[in-house]
């Protein structure tokens, strides 16, 4: 009756962590982020402290893996929605070199925690072996380096996302929340209200709209 139980609180584990899985669209490792990680290992302790007692009843067990996946859900959705609860649960990339010049407010940053030799070394595995080649580069959420040497490929920056400003991914920029507005409205709309996603890249604004269309529309040079 002992493996009965452990067979049936195990299989319910599974079940209920696939479902959040699939709810939360977190299908791949690749997909997650700190706080799937965190909240997976946090939940396979549930399941694993709980299939080999029985001294608590099934259905508190099936209750805790409830609450556990619903904060966690709740905690993903205030990550998108809000940008200050991502920026301090996730994480935000961290511009380190711009025009060839370091960074240093960000670099010596405590709360940042930048390593500069695992910077390094993590160029050299780019295929970059000294600094003075790197026009640009920032530390991504998940510790990777992203280095440009042409100052022509810059990466691209999201803006605005899903209703939210983002004003210090516009700082680094060096615009503003009204430079946004400017270039929206130059293209006939009164407002952000249609805009889904806001990109800077190569200089200039480009938008993906709430109806999939893009502005500017995309001109194929081929």
């Not at 370091?102 to 030799?117: P, T």
Request: glycine fraction near 8%.
């Amino acid at each position: 009756m002992f493996y009965l139980w452990m067979f049936i609180k195990l299989v319910t584990g599974f079940a209920i962590i696939l479902a959040y899985l699939n709810i939360s669209g977190r299908s791949q490792f690749s997909q997650m982020n700190s706080i799937d990680l965190v909240g997976n290992f946090i939940l396979g302790g549930l399941v694993g402290g709980v299939i080999y007692t029985s001294s608590i009843p099934f259905y508190r067990y099936v209750l805790a893996l409830i609450i556990g996946i619903s904060i966690l859900l709740a905690i993903n959705f205030f990550c998108r929605k809000f940008n200050i609860f991502r920026n301090v649960t996730i994480g935000r990339q961290i511009p380190i070199i711009k025009n060839r010049r370091f960074i240093m407010e960000n670099i010596r940053d405590k709360n940042n925690k930048i390593d500069m030799i695992n910077i390094a070394s993590q160029l050299n595995l780019q295929g970059i072996y000294s600094f003075g080649d790197v026009y640009y580069a920032q530390v991504e959420p998940n510790g990777s380096i992203t280095a440009i040497t042409d100052k022509n490929k810059l990466p691209s920056v999201i803006v605005y996302y899903d209703g939210s400003v983002r004003d210090q991914d516009l700082k680094d920029i060096d615009k503003t929340e009204d430079d946004l507005l400017a270039d929206v409205k130059s293209f006939g709309l009164k407002d952000l209200d249609p805009i889904f996603m806001g990109v800077f890249h190569d200089g200039c604004f480009r938008y993906v709209c709430k109806d999939g269309s893009v502005l500017p529309p995309h001109v194929d040079k081929s």
